[in-house]
């Protein structure tokens, strides 16, 4: 495992070491908040989806949501942390227009999960990323700023619900393994079912640490946080200008202050939002409303052994079971719905076609669709009835494009589509025979300059017998018929 990738940024005066850190925020997959029994769905009405314990109404309680913290428990194991069995929820102290308690309910000494880690496949071999902790939080409400010319709105939709923090060690050293590291994230989540990873909607989002350190040195430098980014694209673009920004500050002799920016992608720039808090500034202190959350190994244990297979473990059995390359299961195993589609057409034709038409030809149709696997146009019933059709002889690789294409216009049986289309591939060896003997006789000249040397030419023969056949000829056929009458 390679864990030391040197990447290095070049200023004027040397080369520098980027040293990236991530706090990723994600929503929990569940119904109900993270302390209220509150409706969670995306796009409602605004204060629609608002208890009185939401709203901070005095006197309001709030209670944990067991489903949330289990959710918890499944992610922390997806990423190979320790479970811890105390953990404390306690108030971060800040005020803010959306956020009606005037504090935050989250964890900060004792979190419920602890250091684990995750592996990255990168071209120049595997990487692994630390993982520091992950901890419970409650979302603030949201402010809008562009309903009204004089006023500012509140909408507390989003207050309460739960939130996952993973926080990962400052092991991160480039644009492209973050980007990595955040896909590894949202398949894992994805897999196990506990964040659906949805960046424009909000429920995946993260806080970039960013500093950067002369070539050669442990020291690390003064970081700055860029808060709240939802796109990968960009976490890439703020990442970029801030180590070149801090690059020249350092260079110009100036001094690195420790703070929080934001990113403006349409200037692709980040720029200073407030000085970096420490965590004495929040004034941390023990939900003195919430007791300590204590769980059972027996709880933990049995949560463990109902974990679905994930992305690693199946990335693995598909190179073992299918022969796929390790490259090919990593595409494939990357998005949960995309190797289930995988699996069900492998599994009723050939596997090794259906790794290369899911990768190469449905991809190219979906990207150019802008669709999900889940929404493809053709079915992984009738994508393994190609690939059938293929093996089997009944059409060429050639003809199955013709075919696929069709497909993909009305999801069609491809076994109809070439029985009404007349597609069937012809391999009549006698057919065949009569009509390469006499394009052979029509073609002396060119015979005769085939068995003096002229090899090249056997690709004109082919072309001639594909050509009087409409394209139906078996290929494998003709060759193996030339080859004889050629001699």
Known sequence: MNNKFNYYLKGKKGEYEVVIGLEVHAQILSEAKLFSPSATKFGQEPNSQVSLVDAAMPGMLPVINKFCVEQAIKTGLGLNAKINNFSIFDRKNYFYADLPQGYQISQYKNPIVG????????????????IERLHLEQDAGKSLHDQD?????VDL????????????????SSPEEVSVYIKKLRSIMRYLNTCDGNMEEGSLRADVNVSVRKKGSK??????????????KFIQQAIDFEAYRQIELIEDGKAVNQETRLFDNKKQETRSMRSKEDAHDYRYFPDPDLLPLK???????????????????????????????SYEAGVIISDKETSAYYENVAKNSDYKLASNWLTVELFAVLNKQNKNISDSPVSSINLAKLINLI???????????????EMVKTDGDPEKIVIDRGLKQQSDPKELEKIISKILENNGDKVKQYKSGKEKLFGFFVGQAMKETEGKGNPNLINDILKKMLK
């Open 115 to 130: 250091e684990g880690k995750v592996i990255l496949d990168m071209p120049y071999g595997t990487k692994e990323i630390g």
């Open 157 to 172: 939709n989003r207050s309460g619900i739960a939130l996952m923090e993973i926080v990962s060690k400052p092991d991160l």
């Open 219 to 232: 020291d690390f430098g003064t970081r700055c946080e860029i808060k709240n980014m939802n796109s990968i």
């Open 391 to 405: 093996k089997n002889n009944t059409i060429s690789g050639k003809i199955a494009k013709t075919v696929f294409e």
């Open 295 to 325: 769980l059972d190994s027996d709880f933990i244990e049995n949560i463990k052994k109902k974990l679905p297979e994930l992305p690693d473990q199946k990335k693995q059995r598909l190179i073992n079971e299918f022969k796929l390359s």
């Open 149 to 153: 010319p004089n006023n500012s709105f």
